[in-house]
């Protein structure tokens, strides 16, 4: 008796503990620089030299409303886009299996895990050499085209998922009594993909009402949101009762989002659930000529680009000469450090940031997998936050965190890899909660009446099980660490500077020079996000769904 109260004690304590580190975590890297971010509204608005202003006035002297309706349109515009685009990638995705599939799913993420920095470059390169005769160049078009690039990935993930989870009986069945092709798609798979679709768009228009890379690459100076404007006000004006105002209706605009997308994800994984099946079908007849014409159309919209640049990384200038230069300069110091020394940073960093991610990010989904009802709700909510939040925003907040700190810890390595962390913990928590809900609880039974704790059988059954699943989400992590680009731009210094905030950087000093040095890291970063992705595809279960 004395020996299971032990074990019952332990159970508890442990589930305490592996609940409390995310927590902590979550506490200090994202509630305490949000909740300054918000004080700082609240109490010291008239601290600014252009005097006290209540936060309508400064709604007003910033435009806010402009602001707002410009950053909903462009999300809202660029989440249809997506849409359209996705659906022949998505039909695609829907009939492959084995080795094709994997490849399809490398293709389609890679762009996804791209710095923001590496596609505005990509796309500057695309609209100023092959499609120069489109006069887009910089504007709404380019963004809106990045933005597809971009997110084609989540519809081709989620929605693709449902769509081969579908039952294909009640589609024969349809086709049995009478109903074409059209008729049948329209009645049995439209509705029961539908959920699925918004989920999809609700995620896009919440990833893209806080772009902030593209549009600044893209933009050419005159494109404004009010991700933009936030990092404007704060660093180019240095006006920060004005930033903090727009941060707060960016947090307002972020949390309705987020809102929106666990109702619509909830109803979508609901839905997949209740009508998933394992039948696939074989491509045959004129369903060859459509997939051939998919993957024409998949390479067009998601290889080209990258393709494009890396003849740009190459070929710089208009002159159309080929050269090396812009990979010879890697090597050369910039403020006293080489390019190569960012990316070994960029690298170690990333690496850490990676660690940090797993660790806390499988902590957090043994708490929400052994959480029941509202808290294992409430667990996976808040495991979405970070995702969702303006990273300017977020890297504003850090800024007003860290002047009021001691120069030690203010100036710590691990700030820059926490923060990439804090972004990747939900990817981790998203691919890790469903390998442990699939392990056998069974299993774990057994272990514990042959005498194991809480401890044993999470490392010799729980985590042998999800092994698999841990390096997908490892290899998750180290790409969205590699490429975080807005938070990071706020903290970085010249020690400490990061590839995606040196391409930045770089782009915005003039010189043919720094276009190649920012072509050719670029290049670098997606040949890294191409082999890490690679990877995932290899060690992910197939069964597994991003997202």
């Given at each position: ?67 707002l ?51 505005g ?87 893209c ?105 190459v ?24 390019p ?26 043994i ?61 981790v ?10 392990v ?8 514990a ?7 044993r059988?999470?490392w ?33 210094r ?29 290049m ?24």
């Amino acid at each position: 008796m004395a020996q299971r109260s032990r074990a019952l004690t332990s159970n508890r304590l442990g589930g305490w503990l592996t609940a409390a580190v995310p927590v902590v975590f979550l506490g200090v890297l994202f509630v305490w620089p949000v909740a300054a971010l918000v004080w700082r509204a609240v109490a010291h608005t008239g601290d600014a030299p252009t005097g006290s202003a209540s936060l309508g006035e400064l709604f007003t002297r910033t435009h806010a409303a402009h602001l707002l309706g410009t950053t909903i349109a462009q999300a809202a515009a660029s989440t249809a886009l997506a849409l359209v685009v996705a659906a022949p990638i998505v039909w695609l995705s829907s009939r492959l299996h084995g080795a094709s599939a994997m490849i399809l799913n490398a293709v389609v993420t890679v762009p996804f895990v791209l710095p923001t920095v590496v596609v505005g470059v990509a796309f500057r390169a695309l609209f100023d050499g092959p499609l120069a005769f489109a006069r887009i160049g910089s504007g709404w078009w380019a963004v809106l085209a990045a933005h597809v690039f971009l997110n084609v990935a989540v519809v081709v993930r989620v929605v693709g998922a449902a769509w081969r989870g579908l039952d294909t009986r009640v589609l024969d069945a349809a086709r049995t009594l009478g109903a074409g092709r059209f008729r049948a798609w329209r009645s049995v798979i439209a509705p029961a993909l539908l959920p699925a679709v918004g989920a999809a768009a609700m995620l896009i228009f919440l990833f893209c009402s806080t772009s902030f890379g593209v549009i600044i690459i893209l933009g050419g100076g005159t494109l404004q949101t009010l991700e933009t404007e936030i990092y404007q006000q704060a660093i180019g004006y240095f006006r920060i009762p004005e930033a903090v105002a727009l941060s707060l209706l960016q947090i307002v605009v972020v949390v309705v989002a987020l809102v929106l997308t666990r109702v619509v994800t909830a109803h979508s994984r609901t839905s997949a659930t209740r009508t998933r099946s394992p039948r696939r079908r074989r491509l045959r007849g004129g369903a060859r000529l459509w997939a051939a014409l998919a993957w024409i159309w998949t390479i067009a919209i998601l290889v080209v680009p990258i393709a494009v640049l890396a003849v740009r990384s190459v070929r710089p200038g208009r002159d159309g000469a080929w050269t090396l230069a812009g990979y010879r300069a890697l090597t050369e110091p910039v403020n006293g450090v080489t390019p190569l020394a960012t990316l070994r940073y960029s690298f170690v960093s990333a690496l850490i940031a990676m660690v940090i991610a797993v660790v806390v990010g499988v902590m957090a989904a043994i708490a929400v997998h052994t959480a029941r009802g509202v808290a294992r709700t409430g667990g996976a909510v808040l495991a979405l936050v970070p995702l969702g939040i303006s990273a300017v925003t977020l890297g504003f907040g850090y800024l007003i965190v860290l002047s009021g700190l001691p120069a030690r810890v203010s100036s710590s390595p691990l700030i820059i890899p926490c923060v990439q962390a804090l972004i990747a913990i939900p990817v981790v928590i998203g691919i890790v909660v469903p390998a442990l809900d699939a392990v056998p609880d069974r299993a774990r039974a057994a272990a514990a009446t042959l005498g194991a704790g809480p401890v044993r059988v999470l490392w010799t059954i729980d985590l042998p099980a999800v092994g698999r699943s841990l390096a997908a989400a490892g290899g998750f992590a180290f790409v969205m660490a590699l490429g975080e680009f807005g938070a990071t731009s706020f903290l970085a210094r010249a020690d400490t500077t990061t590839l995606p905030v040196l391409i930045g950087s770089a782009l915005n000093r003039p010189g043919a020079t720094q276009l190649a040095t920012a072509m050719a890291a670029s290049m670098v970063l997606v040949v890294v996000t191409a082999v890490a992705m690679l990877l995932v595809e290899v060690l992910r279960p197939r069964s597994e769904v991003l997202g």
